[in-house]
């Protein structure tokens, strides 16, 4: 079993609407996690990071973790073309960092 | 400008031939890491540092060695390049939290 696992997509959802990207981790003891945005052909910046149960807000991104199923998602409202790019979830362990496979979410105008 | 630079940004070489991936960071930062990234696995942990003499290995270290002398640089040597070793390569930093940040990558070819 992989340490974190993201379903890679593609997802497409239409300008203005929700998308929602999941990620699931196997350390229980994992205590924080991120999402990282990249887009083709550029490096992964972070866009948003969670450390307790519950939700997160900035902007239109929502974090939202569930330490009991062990899943962490992303929420964007309001899509817009610009968020058209790949997810990335990311679980350190220790030093060490593991990153999903990532999703590809295309936002259509 | 302040932030983390990576040269070459491209580089091709041939089987068996050495290459160094350099990674340069202005903040400071404590710790350095090296991922690769290849279709179909995402991002994969080479080696890290936590400080200047002090690096550890990852989850894919096999055919890379790291040194880290100045806390601001933290190069990656493929010490006899395959071809299993063409990927993207990203160099991060952190200061203290888990917040990473990453350069602009290298695309290495080994032919």
């Known amino acids: 079993q992989k340490e974190v696992e993201q379903n890679s997509g593609p997802l497409s959802v239409p300008e203005g609407a929700i998308a929602s990207l999941n990620c699931t981790y196997s350390?229980?003891?994992?205590?924080?996690f991120f999402w990282y945005r990249q887009y083709s052909g550029k490096s992964p910046e972070l866009i948003m990071f969670?450390?307790?149960?519950g939700d997160k807000e900035d902007g239109r991104f929502t974090a939202q973790l569930n330490k009991a199923s062990q899943y962490v998602s992303l929420l964007i409202r309001d899509s817009q073309p610009s968020d058209s790019a790949t997810y990335l979830c990311a679980v350190p362990t220790g030093n060490q960092f593991y990153f999903g496979t990532g999703t590809s979410l295309t936002v259509i105008p | 400008d302040a932030g983390i630079t990576q040269s070459p940004r491209y580089k091709i070489t041939e089987t068996g031939r050495q290459v160094t991936l350099m990674c340069h960071q202005t903040w400071s930062h404590s710790y350095m890491f090296w991922y690769r990234q290849d279709l179909g696995h995402g991002l994969r942990l080479i080696y890290y540092s936590a400080a200047a003499d002090i690096t550890d290995k990852g989850e894919v270290p096999d055919g890379y060695v790291v040194s880290r002398s100045k806390t601001e640089n933290f190069p990656l040597t493929l010490e006899s390049a395959t071809r299993s070793q063409t990927s993207v390569y990203f160099c991060a930093s952190i200061l203290s939290s888990y917040e990473q940040y990453f350069g602009p990558g290298t695309r290495l070819t080994v032919t």
């Open positions: 969670i450390y307790s149960n």
């Open positions: 350390d229980r003891g994992s205590q924080s």
